[in-house]
Every structure is written in structure tokens, then in C-alpha cells.
């Protein structure tokens, strides 16, 4: 038994889950019907930066494959921390990677990113866009 954030899918119709360990809680898993599989953000999963509150740097954008509840790829994203004076423990990051939408028409993954100077152009805040092209074990 592992205390790691971790995300669980729950099938609605079986009430079974299956959990999916690697990728660690996040606020939003979209389910994509264009290419199968569900993308899960990851801004508390354990690869975040620590303290949350007043550190920045990449978390997991995860893609969990719908049929077996694999993880099939981390994606960075970005997390910039608490602005201001007195960043201590009661504060919430200025900003997560925690929202994801997904266009199934394309496949093209949207991510939006708190401001921040690790992305191109992102100094007032952006929006990430994912492309994922098809493995062999998707064909």
C-alpha cells in the first residue's frame, strides 16, 4: 500500500476501479473519444515541485490508455508558485496545470499555464497544446 497521490478511474456502469499510479492527483481527467484515451493533470502528483506553496516547475500532464488503464505518457506542464509577500503554508500556488480539455477532432490537448518565463510567450499566461502522435499499438 502506497500513500502516492495516484489517480483511480471508476467504470460507471461495473462500479469497478482501476488505479493508475504515476501520474497523481490532479483536478481533471478528460476522457478523449478521438483517440481512446484519458488525459489527467497532475499538479499534485509526486513529481511536482515541493513545497507546492512556494516552489515552480514541471508536473505531469499524464495519457492513460482507456482500455487497460495504462499510463502511456507523462507530458510536462508547469506550476509557478504563491506571489506576493510571505509565501508560507496557508497560501495556494499563484498557479497549477490542473484544467485539461482535449479536441477528439485532432487529438489536440489544452492545457492552461499560470504566467510564468519557461514558456515562450507565457509571461502573462497561456494556454500549452499537446499533440500526440499515433504509436503502433494504436493502429
Known amino acids: 500500500m502506497t500513500a502516492a497521490p495516484k489517480d483511480v478511474i471508476l467504470n460507471a456502469r461495473t ?7 504515476g501520474v497523481g492527483a490532479g483536478d481533471e481527467v478528460w476522457f478523449n473519444s478521438g483517440d481512446g484515451n484519458y488525459y489527467a493533470t497532475g499538479s499534485g502528483s509526486p513529481f511536482r515541485p515541493t513545497p507546492a506553496t512556494a516552489a515552480q516547475g514541471s ?9 487497460d488503464g495504462n499510463l502511456i505518457q507523462l507530458a ?3 506550476n509557478v508558485p ?11 500556488p499563484a498557479g497549477t496545470a490542473h484544467s485539461v ?3 477528439a477532432a485532432n487529438n489536440h490537448v489544452f ?6 518565463n519557461a514558456f515562450p510567450d507565457c509571461l502573462t499566461g497561456c494556454i500549452a497544446v499537446f499533440g500526440r ?3 503502433k499499438e494504436d493502429d
Open 59 to 67: 508536473t505531469p500532464l499524464g495519457v492513460i490508455d482507456a482500455e
Open 111 to 116: 492545457v492552461p499555464l499560470a504566467a510564468n
Open 82 to 92: 504563491a506571489v506576493g509577500t510571505g509565501n508560507n503554508s496557508a497560501q495556494h
Open 133 to 135: 502522435s499515433p504509436s
Open 76 to 78: 510536462p506542464t508547469f
Open 15 to 21: 462500479g469497478g476501479t482501476t488505479d493508475v499510479p
Open 101 to 103: 480539455a482535449v479536441d
